[in-house]
């Protein structure tokens, strides 16, 4: 168990649908990272959050959006769902990550994997 | 622009020996650091072991080593008296640029054989 963790485990939706997959870090971590993996396109970072803020941004649609709360979960929103938005989204946390630091090692969550039908 | 090839698709491993997972990089940060996972069936991501670039020693985490060669941007994985439960898909990753975004090989899919 990395302590990092995700829900829901498993979601089906329709094209057209908006859902939102949340994630809490391990205790103690200050950024959160989301990634997408697909047959096609391997593992690809979305986006990370760094204590709240917006640090890095990745190959990111413009129907998906994240924030990082005060509590340091985070939610990525996927909007406008398209039958290619189907995949395993994961979410990591590290303690470090932020402007000028070092991350080291990054835990992943258990994932969410979405199909869109 | 940073990039990770992991060359071997597959690989077969008999049970009890040692294997070597080939990883290459390239990065024109002077400071960056190389990550293995494990990927099972079942799905989750399982950190294996890191390296930072600056690190002297090859890390070592029980029966995973990283074989560390900085001049020939190699980071390869060797996983020491194979088990059956080695069996998954492996991923070299790199710490890229700013903030500590993971770029991702296609990954290896190691099989263990009894």
């Known amino acids: 168990d990395s302590g990092v963790t995700q829900t829901p485990k498993h979601l089906i939706t329709a094209t057209g649908q908006r859902v939102t997959l949340r994630c809490s870090p391990r205790s103690g971590d200050l950024s959160v990272y989301w990634y997408q993996q697909s047959l096609d396109q391997g593992l690809q970072f979305l986006i990370q959050?760094?204590?709240?803020?917006?640090?890095a941004k990745g190959n990111i649609l413009e129907r998906f959006s994240a924030q990082q709360f005060p509590d340091l979960h985070s939610e990525l929103n996927l909007s406008s769902l398209e039958l290619g938005d189907s995949a395993l989204y994961f979410c990591?946390?590290?303690?470090?990550?932020?402007?000028?630091?070092?991350?080291?090692?990054?835990?992943f969550g258990p994932g969410t994997r979405l199909t869109v039908t | 622009a940073q990039k990770i090839t992991q060359t071997q698709p597959g690989m077969f491993v008999q049970e009890k020996e040692a294997v070597t997972l080939d990883c290459t990089y390239d990065?024109?940060?002077?400071?960056?650091?190389l990550f293995w996972y494990k990927q099972p069936s079942s799905g989750e991501m399982i950190f294996l072991i890191y390296?930072?670039?600056?690190?002297?020693q090859n890390a070592t985490e029980g029966r995973y080593s990283l074989n560390f060669q900085k001049a020939r941007k190699s980071a390869n994985l060797v996983i020491s008296a194979s088990q059956l439960g080695d069996s998954a898909m492996y991923f070299c990753a790199m710490r890229g640029g700013q903030g500590g975004k993971l770029i991702f090989g296609q990954g290896t899919e190691l099989s263990v054989k009894p």
């Open positions: 990591a946390s590290s303690v470090g990550g932020g402007r000028g630091g070092e991350a080291h090692e990054q835990y």
């Open positions: 390296q930072g670039s600056y690190d002297q």
């Open positions: 959050y760094y204590n709240g803020e917006e640090r």
């Open positions: 990065t024109s940060d002077p400071s960056y650091g």
